[in-house]
């Protein structure tokens, strides 16, 4: 009976930090939103480029998104590659996080996805 009360104290110990740091996360639509909303690839739009995004890679952490124009008839119609947090909807170019992608629209977009107000330029 002793054992069972250390074993259940330690597993209580080990749960509840882990229950108070539950963290979001995006779904596959909403991080390809995200990449979708990316002032280059909005500009891509306007001028009639065809994007579209394609999910390269998830982890726990992160979501890989390239995003290319599709209405290209030469070369590869690159117009990005994006790493997208899947706790905090943070965009950045690349897989280089201190090359922060930011705008208006995706500070509103990443507000709407969490369903909150709040700083959302880190």
Known sequence: MKRFGVTALTLAFYAV?????????????????LAMNV????????????P????????????YIQVRSTCNTTGSGLLGNFTVDRHTGQVWHDVDPADIVNSN??????????????????
Not at 43 to 48: I, M
Not at 52 to 63: D, G, K, S
């Open 17 to 33: 930090p882990a229950i108070g740091q539950h963290k979001p996360i995006l779904t596959a639509k909403q991080f390809t939103d």
């Open 52 to 63: 579209r995004a394609e999910l390269l890679e998830v982890n726990q952490n992160t979501a």
């Open 105 to 122: 629209r995706l500070r509103s977009l990443r507000a709407k996805m969490f369903g909150r107000k709040g700083n959302f330029d880190q």
């Open 39 to 50: 002032p280059e690839v909005l500009a891509a739009v306007k001028l009639h480029r065809c």
